[in-house]
C-alpha cells in the first residue's frame, strides 16, 4: 500500500471552547493514526475572520494538520468531518514533493530568512 503526503485545514466554529477544539482535533488525528496514517504536524492558526459569512459566523478557528497515509485516511477524515458539527469548513489537497520539502522548511524555520536563503543558495 502506497503512502502519499496531504495537507488538511480545517475551520472550526468560534462558539467552541478551548477544551472542544482541543478534542476535536485529537479526535481527527486518532482517525488518521487509526487507518495507517501519520501526523507530521499540527498547528492551530488561532482565531481568524472568514472571507464571506458561514453559518452565520464571520469569524472561525483556523487549524492546519500535514499528514502521510494510504487514500482510506482521505475518506474516513471527510467523513468525520461531515459528521462533527463544529466543523463550518475544510479542505484537504494531496502534497507533491515539492510541497512536502517546502512544509520540511518552513517548520524548521528556514523559509523566509534572506540570510538562510542566501546560505543555503551557496
Known amino acids: 500500500m502506497t503512502s502519499k503526503h496531504y495537507e488538511t485545514v480545517f475551520i472550526l466554529s468560534p462558539l467552541c471552547q478551548?477544551?472542544?477544539r482541543d478534542e476535536v482535533v485529537t479526535r481527527f488525528e486518532g482517525i488518521i493514526k487509526s487507518?495507517?496514517?501519520t501526523v507530521v504536524s499540527t498547528d492551530n492558526w488561532g482565531l481568524k475572520e472568514l472571507a464571506f459569512t458561514v453559518?452565520?459566523?464571520n469569524t472561525g478557528y483556523y487549524f492546519s494538520m500535514e499528514f502521510s497515509g494510504p487514500g482510506i485516511v482521505v475518506s474516513a477524515l471527510?467523513?468525520?468531518y461531515k459528521r462533527e458539527e463544529n466543523i463550518l469548513r475544510y479542505l484537504i489537497v494531496a502534497l507533491d514533493k515539492h510541497a512536502v520539502d517546502y512544509n520540511e522548511r518552513r517548520r524548521k524555520g528556514l523559509v523566509g530568512n534572506k540570510?538562510?536563503?542566501v546560505e543555503e543558495n551557496v
Open 35 to 37: 487507518n495507517q496514517g
Open 78 to 80: 471527510e467523513t468525520a
Open 18 to 20: 478551548e477544551s472542544i
Open 55 to 57: 453559518r452565520k459566523q
Open 115 to 117: 540570510k538562510t536563503l
